[in-house]
């Protein structure tokens, strides 16, 4: 017990105030407890081979003879990528044949959407990489309508420096983000 002052009356023994404290304490040490949570794990940690969020690893091939939608509609890589040059948002003469084989694949699952992500590498400010990653996408976007693909089937969107490949810091992992990626999804029944 605690002795406490108890005005012109005197000392006297509070068992209540020893409560207090101890359950100020108790709630102090559960709060401080719950705010050390563990930290998420960063996209592919669960799944490595996936290169976006709700995608599944596929081989080398891009696929199987299986139907290629998973549990979400989405897949994770019949198409393949292409990659862009430093600070450019030309479409080189290697990615074309890429984009026919893409376009290809599209014509022949016309139920299918495309979402084309442009990505830059960690150089830059956000707003530039922003921008870049977008013009990248448009790119995309344009060629493939070129070959045909209705513009209706089509997305575009732009992670700037964000979800990069890879994390070192030197030329041959900054080439590997710069890049659009093409993730396809099933049209919604209409």
Same mark, same amino acid.
């Given at each position: 017990? =605690?002795?406490?002052?108890? @005005? #012109? ?22 709060? +401080? ?12 940690? /669960? *799944? ?8 599944? %690893? ?11 939608? @998973? %549990?979400?509609?989405? =897949? @994770? ?9 430093? *600070? &450019?948002?030309? =479409? ?17 699952? %016309?139920?299918? $959407?495309?979402?084309? /992500? !442009?990505?830059?590498?960690? #150089?830059?400010?956000? /707003?530039? *990489?922003?921008?870049? @990653?977008?013009? #990248? ?11 045909? =693909?209705? /513009?209706? $089937? ?5 992670? !700037?420096?964000?979800?990069? +490949?890879?994390?070192?810091? &030197? ?6 983000? $710069? #890049? ?11």
């Amino acid at each position: 017990m =605690i002795p406490v002052q108890h @005005g #012109r009356d005197g000392w006297v023994n509070s068992s209540s105030t020893l409560a207090k404290a101890i359950a100020i304490a108790s709630v102090w040490a559960v709060l +401080v407890i719950a705010g050390c949570s563990k930290k998420p794990a960063p996209v592919g940690a /669960e *799944n490595p081979g996936a290169n976006q969020i709700g995608e599944t %690893p596929t081989g080398a091939g891009g696929g199987s003879g299986e139907d290629p939608f @998973g %549990p979400g509609g989405h =897949i @994770g890589g019949p198409l393949s990528d292409i990659h862009f040059g430093y *600070n &450019d948002s030309t =479409i080189q003469d290697q990615d074309s044949s890429v984009l026919r084989s893409n376009a290809t694949w599209l014509q022949n699952h %016309p139920q299918t $959407r495309v979402q084309v /992500e !442009g990505f830059c590498d960690e #150089r830059g400010s956000e /707003e530039y *990489n922003i921008a870049l @990653g977008a013009k #990248r996408a448009q790119a995309g976007k344009d060629y493939l309508a070129t070959l045909g =693909i209705s /513009e209706t $089937r089509m997305s575009t969107i732009s992670y !700037g420096k964000e979800l990069p +490949v890879c994390t070192d810091h &030197d030329e041959s992992c900054w080439s590997q983000n $710069r #890049r659009d990626h093409f993730t396809v999804s099933k049209m919604a029944s209409q």
